[in-house]
């Protein structure tokens, strides 16, 4: 069957932090394909041109959900849709997480923690680290919590532990043996250098800026053992040993 | 009955409108959106002799109503291309178009010989890439360097010889006759036209490029003038492009010159957007009892 | 404190802000939105020797985020501008640059030498306007030609003179380069892009000219790239435009390179644009604790 | 005290015929400064770029009333806003109708019939002229009977006369003294021959695309024996006997 473009209904929003709405619509097609790690491609109104990329952090039946922060013109513009407006949603996109029956660390930095939803769901008794740069940010908390241990850092110690993610990642690194990880880069390069260290397997998921999402336009790459790989058509997640990163 | 299809130096199109070179990658992509047999034609990523990197990302940036890239022509090589990826696209009933990118006039000529043993179609010359230091766009710019590359290449093609213009040029009419005089069996027009973003918070231009190419419908007048300029001053046909998001869109191509119409930046907004172009100009035609889309070519009632 | 005061060719600015030539008049229909006082500058609208009736209506279109204009520099002439205008006008604390346009050489010269006795306190010369038959954009499209007639005007010219660089051209570097060379004691950039739209239903330009110039925010980009790619071939400051809409618009534009920045189009759609431009540098400025606004010029950090 | 951009709430909305929106928008400052002839312009989305301009049609009190006709994507988007939204608008603009006290006939064609309704309220007893392509067209019948006798004529004679008001006009040309006019090129082109004819006075109300619309660009000109008069400034309202017709 061929895919398509979906105009999806908004049924949910709520602004679950300052800046950060978490979004439910009617997707039925979407929700249904929808594996952990995919994501999808937003038109966020007439004030934008390009889609925006989102993931995709839940489903359930026809309702798929995703969570986003504003950071320019284009989220602005999504934050003012209503409840009963229509989104247009491309997706999903992307390869998502290849789930292993592992002793599982999910590690999660700001944004990056939304796409780990859904994967919490689908691993046994996952050890799940998110890291916040302070406390009004904190989110998804009690959502994680149903599947498994939370340890929750903030960058300035004003909620759960002080400092980073990956400290108390290395701290339990005993009990780990797959780390599935997203968000800012310095924290995926040290993942990905820890996990070499260890041994560990180590999936990743990437950013880019995006043209078509589909792997059409070779906009969105990011160096690879390969050369340049399309961020949307063979990742966001890619292993951590395939990645390269540089400066 | 609507006539939808072209006869476009010599080769049938089953209607006006083909994908550009470089936002439809090797088709496959958006074949997964629709029946690329839909097409009128495909052209395929920019092509070089060797394999190519590309520049490092960021590669896009959103502009007001168009994109700047610095995607640096990453392709894997014609010869990569014709064992891995034409015999997946030459599969599908449309014509292929292949996009051809060089550092020398050397190399053009080069894949142009390779090329014409080959299953494309037409082959579309680039002389006109913003995105690479070396050849692209310096071909482009000056009419004799035109007239050189494109009599040089016309020996080894034996294809029909598409030369895809530059915007970055004071007078194009100059560039399209040099173009034709020198044996272009047809023109098309525009490539992007260079720009730049600066981030204001971390005063780095956007693209890590620097620089890069402005399409989308932010270009769409500077193209549809430059179509109906070339068009003036030339007889060979057209293929116009540069901003096209909907059928109306390629009509006004067509008036000012065009005899087919490519649709690029427009599929990242919308992936069935070359369809709906087609089944726009349709509706256009139907709308005007217009029998034959060819009657559109030129129709502009300039004053 | 926050300094936003320019010298600019030795003349002391209060703000980066000018309003630029055609989309402005001659201030006073502005002046009914906000205090004139409050602008760096006000270029006036294009100025011919002998009065100039301009084109036939239609003379403005819509384009995706942008216009396409054909006004063809109707205009009272420079004497009437003297008479009529410029008193009324003068009696505001701003600099008024007074922008002239010329079908000869020896027309340009002529404006330069009365306007050199004049009030006003700079001399914008337009050899970029695409919307005239003779004159106009053939004196900025050929670095040979630009560097002529800016050696001769400048020999007339008593006040700074600014040279207003089409974005037509191949190479902008040269451009500037060869107006530099010759006098110029600053550029300014960009003019329009020319550009077309036509009626689908009428088959008829949507312009009586059929041809005009594109500005606004969808030439912003190439604007931004032509200022950074001045700025790196010459040492004599520039006046930074196209499709300026708000204040981090401004201050991309100074960190590709300008010194003052002018808002034009941007007036259309926001009558209190140019004060509002002038209000968003000052809060970048807060907001990333810069003292002087001159800093920001040239600031980009290219890869 | 300066003029500047209002942002004005829409409160009431009518689809009055097939693509006619009748418009009530909360703009207390325009709707006290303007005058029957006047125009606004109106920033009819994020879709479009320019604004857009408007007739005044009517006031009351703090609030403002124009009606347009969805003509392509700005009238379009215009149509979209819903009750409670606000519109950003410039105004009251241009030149309008100068009220004499004589006999007066107002002659109005299709869209051109706006603007004359708040100028029958000001005038005694005049005449007026509405000419629609076709019954369903028609508009206003009702507003306009309140402040003068109403001849309505159709092109397809489908209601009121056949034919164009011109013809109604002529036939009763010997009780006017004035004419007020607004409509197609040649609808008042015929009324500027006909009030030469017969000596008498004719204000007209010409359209042409504009820019700024408040006298900055020069984009919306008309002939005229002065030359090119910008029509939002010097305008929209014309003495006939200034205005040249050529082409
Ligand atoms: C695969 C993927 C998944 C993502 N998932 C989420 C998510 O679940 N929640 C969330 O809040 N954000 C997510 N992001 C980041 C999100 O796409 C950007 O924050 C958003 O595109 C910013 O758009 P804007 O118009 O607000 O910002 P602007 O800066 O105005 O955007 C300008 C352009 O840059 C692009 N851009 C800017 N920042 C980014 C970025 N960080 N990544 C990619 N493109 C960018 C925009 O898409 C747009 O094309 C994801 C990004 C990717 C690539
Ligand atoms: C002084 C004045 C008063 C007007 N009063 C009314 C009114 O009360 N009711 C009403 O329905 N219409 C009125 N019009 C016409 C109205 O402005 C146009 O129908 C409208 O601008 C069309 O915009 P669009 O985006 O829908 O069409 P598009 O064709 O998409 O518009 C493209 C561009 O052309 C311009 N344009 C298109 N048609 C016209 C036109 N006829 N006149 C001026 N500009 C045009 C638009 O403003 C825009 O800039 C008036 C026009 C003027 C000049
Ligand atoms: C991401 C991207 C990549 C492109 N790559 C090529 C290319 O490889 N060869 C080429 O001739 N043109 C290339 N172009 C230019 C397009 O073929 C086309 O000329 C231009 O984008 C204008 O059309 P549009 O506005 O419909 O996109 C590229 C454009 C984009 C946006
Ligand atoms: C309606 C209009 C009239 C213009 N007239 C002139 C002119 O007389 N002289 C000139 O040098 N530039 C003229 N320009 C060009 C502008 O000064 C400016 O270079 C261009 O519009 C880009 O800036 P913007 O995008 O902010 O409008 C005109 C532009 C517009 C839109
Ligand atoms: S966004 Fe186009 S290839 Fe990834
Ligand atoms: S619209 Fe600008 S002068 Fe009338």
Redesign the interface.
């Given at each position: 069957m061929?895919?398509?473009?979906h105009i999806t209904k908004l049924i949910k929003k709520e602004e679950i932090a300052k800046d950060t709405f978490d979004f439910y619509v009617e997707a039925p097609q979407i929700a249904k394909a929808a594996s952990p790690g995919q994501f999808i491609h937003v038109?966020c109104g007439d004030g934008?041109?390009?889609?925006r990329p989102i993931s995709i952090c839940d489903t359930e039946g026809d309702i798929l959900r995703f969570i986003f922060q504003i950071r320019g013109k284009?989220t602005a513009e999504l934050a003012q849709k209503e409840v009963g407006d229509y989104i247009d949603i491309?997706g999903p996109l992307g390869q998502g997480f290849k789930i292993k029956d592992k002793k599982a660390f999910l590690v999660g930095g700001g944004i990056g923690i939304y796409p780990l939803l859904m994967l919490a769901k689908k691993l046994k008794d996952p050890k799940i680290f998110l890291g916040f740069r302070t406390k009004d940010l904190v989110t998804l908390e009690e959502d994680f919590k149903k599947w498994g241990q939370v340890i929750i850092s903030t960058d300035d110690g004003s909620y759960g532990r002080k400092g980073f993610s990956i400290d108390a990642v290395k701290e339990m690194i005993d009990e780990c043996e797959i780390i599935y990880a997203c968000g800012p880069i310095p924290m995926l390069k040290a993942l990905k250098n820890l996990a070499e260290d260890r041994g560990i397997e180590c999936q990743i998921s990437l950013e880019?800026?995006?043209?078509?999402?589909?792997?059409?336009?070779?906009?969105?790459?990011?160096?690879t053992v390969r050369?340049?790989d399309k961020i949307c058509?063979r990742g966001p997640v890619f292993d951590s040993s395939e990645v390269i990163f540089d400066d | 009955m609507t006539n939808l299809s072209v006869n476009f130096c010599g080769v049938n199109f089953k209607n006006p409108v083909v994908s550009v070179s470089?936002?439809?990658?090797f088709g496959l992509?958006?074949g997964?959106?629709?029946?690329l047999n839909q097409l009128g034609g495909i052209t395929v990523?920019g092509l070089t002799l060797k394999p190519r990197?590309?520049n490092?990302?960021?590669?896009?940036?959103?502009?007001?109503?168009?994109?700047?890239?610095s995607?640096g022509l990453?392709n894997p090589g014609v010869e990569a291309f014709l064992k891995n990826e034409l015999p997946m696209i030459r599969k599908y009933n449309t014509n292929i178009i292949a996009n051809i990118a060089g550092n020398t006039i050397e190399e053009y000529c080069e894949m142009a010989k390779i090329l014409s043993e080959s299953g494309v179609d037409l082959i579309e010359m680039n002389i006109s890439c913003p995105n690479v230091k070396e050849g692209g766009v310096h071909f482009g710019?000056?009419p004799k360097m035109v007239a050189k590359i494109t009599s040089k290449v016309k020996k080894y093609c034996k294809k029909p010889l598409i030369v895809k213009l530059?915007p970055?040029?004071?007078?194009i009419k100059a560039i399209a006759k040099a173009a034709e005089e020198n044996g272009a069996d047809a023109l098309s027009l525009i490539n992007t036209?260079?720009?730049?973003?600066?981030d204001?918070?971390?005063?780095?231009?956007?693209l890590?490029?620097?620089?890069g190419g402005?399409s989308?419908?932010?270009?769409?007048?500077?193209a549809?003038?430059m179509v109906?300029e070339a068009k003036q001053s030339v007889s060979i046909p057209i293929i116009g492009m540069g901003?096209i998001m909907c059928g109306?869109d390629a009509?006004?191509f067509m008036?000012?010159g065009a005899t087919l119409v490519g649709v690029g930046?427009a599929?990242?907004?919308?992936?069935?957007a070359c369809v709906d172009v087609i089944d726009g100009i349709k509706k256009?035609m139907e709308k005007?009892n217009i029998n034959d889309v060819n009657s559109l070519t030129g129709?502009?009632?300039?004053?």
């Open positions: 061929l895919k398509k473009a038109k934008t041109f390009l889609r284009g491309l880019q800026r995006m043209g078509c999402g589909v792997g059409a336009c070779l906009s969105c790459v990011c160096k050369g340049y058509q | 470089g936002t439809f990658n992509e958006y997964m959106y629709f029946d990523k990197l590309g490092p990302p960021p590669r896009i940036a959103e502009t007001p109503c168009g994109i700047l890239n995607i990453q710019t000056d530059s970055n040029v004071s007078d036209i260079l720009g730049m973003r600066i204001i918070n971390t005063k780095r231009p956007i890590r490029n620097n620089v402005l989308g419908p932010a270009i769409k007048p500077v549809v003038r109906y901003g109306d009509v006004e008036l000012a930046t599929s990242f907004i919308n992936p069935t256009y005007h129709g502009v009632i300039a004053y």
